[in-house]
């Protein structure tokens, strides 16, 4: 439950901080320049998309190896 928390409050900061670059930009340099933030963006939406997948496709993924170690471990005291 703590991993899931983290990870949502990690999107939650990732989207706030996102919207803010993007009106800095669009107030400041939409005209005159790449959009800068999107460079931030994506960046950051990659180590997101990498805790997404640490947190819900890889707790199935731990708790097999635990699984097998533990197996391993009590197999190994007979």
Known sequence: AEEKMGF???FTVY???NIFF???WWLNYAETSTP???FIT???GIGIAA???AVFAGS???DKMIQKEFERLKNQES
Request: proline share 0%.
């Open 51 to 53: 805790h997404f997948v």
């Open 42 to 44: 994506i960046g950051w």
């Open 8 to 10: 949502f409050i990690h």
């Open 36 to 38: 800068w933030f999107l």
């Open 60 to 62: 199935g993924y731990k």
């Open 15 to 17: 989207v706030m901080v």
């Open 22 to 24: 993007m009106f800095i």
